[in-house]
């Protein structure tokens, strides 16, 4: 109801307007002849169209003409239906196009001309004076027009600019979002899968012969489990520390890289995998060589799982040979990394924490790090059938 009244205010507040004005001129102005009943009743006529002037424009300003025609013919008092005459033609050029607000102009413009020429032709100042006053409106309302359009056209900018932003926004806590399950992956996959081999194996120094305990061997099992926790526990704290303050460069440079591949490479060890690591590259990018750490990680932690030869994730892992090396090639840094298991089914994951069989992420996840650098990756069985290989390329331009 507010916006009905506001428009019928809007509408019918410049004809009431216009009607008092002309009410007004033609009472006490006397620039011509003086009003009678026609006179009248053709001035008050020319009002009543105004009040649709904004949603019919082109009718109102011929039903104006109609009646001003022949009021202007009869010699009444020019000014009193001007007001009229000036809201008609700039409800033209308002609501309409260019083109149109032209040809309206031309139209008017000439008509007037003509009517004055045959019936004032000595009346030159008043000639130019109406076509100046007519080209004057007709350019107000294309200018308003112009405006309209224009604030219209900022508005719809920042909208969309507004949605853009928002858009942005929820694909950033994607992406967010996709990372810390990605790390947390890593990490607790590794670190279980782990504690899981080395659990196994005190255990079966347990059980293999009660008798003739091997207190030795168990302590040092038990030594690694603790030794696995304390740096699970010194990572995860590094992870969550990234986490609390997303987007960070200072941050994002405190996670592991090139680096760390030594520790890794020991901690397989610990878990009973022959790690083989070579390393040949220079200082790379902080995302880079996380991603490098990352895949790295995955990839260890597939062979200790997958590297007992049928026993199960959970056997002991005894003796499987891992072969990691890292170089740089064409402006990317290589990983290839290579074991002796029957490795994870590549059409699924190596990550799986279910047990055999059971969908999981690691691969999946070692993808979508070598995405996020730009690079690629490839894992699957070995050509000669002796194994599992995952190979990346991770293009390390400097501007990263």
Not at 103 to 123: F, Q, R
Not at 187 to 201: M, R
Not at 282 to 297: K, L
């Amino acid at each position: 109801m507010p916006c009905f009244r506001a428009d019928l205010r809007a509408d019918v507040g410049p004809a009431v307007g216009c009607a008092a004005a002309a009410v007004a001129l033609g009472l006490f102005l006397e620039d011509g002849r003086p009003l009678d009943a026609v006179g009248w009743t053709l001035l008050l006529a020319a009002q009543v169209p105004l009040l649709w002037w904004r949603r019919y424009p082109l009718a109102v300003l011929f039903a104006v003409v109609l009646c001003v025609v022949p009021y202007h013919a009869l010699d009444f008092m020019h000014s009193a239906p001007v007001p009229a005459s000036m809201l008609a033609l700039f409800s033209a050029a308002v609501t309409g196009s260019a083109r149109r607000t032209l040809i309206v102009g031309v139209t008017v413009v000439g008509s007037t001309l003509t009517l004055n020429a045959l019936t004032n032709p000595d009346e030159l100042a008043d000639i130019l004076r109406t076509t100046g006053w007519i080209v004057a409106v007709l350019l107000f309302g294309g200018y308003l027009r112009i405006h309209r359009e224009n604030v219209a056209a900022a508005l719809e900018r920042a909208e969309r600019a507004e949605r853009t932003r928002e858009e942005e926004a929820r694909r950033r806590v994607a992406e967010e979002r996709l990372r810390i399950a990605r790390d947390l992956h890593d990490l607790l996959a590794h670190t279980i899968t782990l504690i899981g081999v080395q659990t196994s194996v005190a255990a079966h120094v347990l059980a293999a012969d009660p008798d003739r305990l091997d207190r030795a061997a168990v302590a040092r099992a038990l030594d690694d489990i603790a030794g696995t926790c304390r740096s699970a526990r010194g990572e995860l704290r590094t992870t969550l520390e990234v986490l609390r303050d997303l987007g960070t460069p200072d941050a994002r440079g405190s996670l592991p890289g090139l680096h760390g591949l030594p520790d890794l490479a020991e901690t397989a060890r610990a878990a009973g995998a022959r790690v083989e690591l070579t390393v040949r590259s220079g200082e790379v990018p902080p995302a880079v060589g996380a991603a490098a750490y990352r895949i790295v990680q995955e990839a260890l932690t597939n062979a200790v799982r997958h590297g007992g030869g049928g026993g199960g994730p959970d056997a002991p892992t005894t003796g499987v040979g891992v072969r990691v090396r890292v170089y740089e090639e064409q402006d990317a840094l290589r990983l290839r990394i290579t074991d002796e298991g029957t490795g994870p089914d590549p059409r699924g994951d190596g990550g799986a924490a279910g047990g055999a069989g059971a969908p999981g992420f690691g691969i999946v996840g070692m993808r979508e790090r070598a995405r996020s650098v730009g690079g690629s990756l490839e894992a699957g069985p070995r050509d000669d059938g002796k194994g599992f290989e995952v190979s990346a390329v991770l293009p390390h331009g400097r501007d990263r």
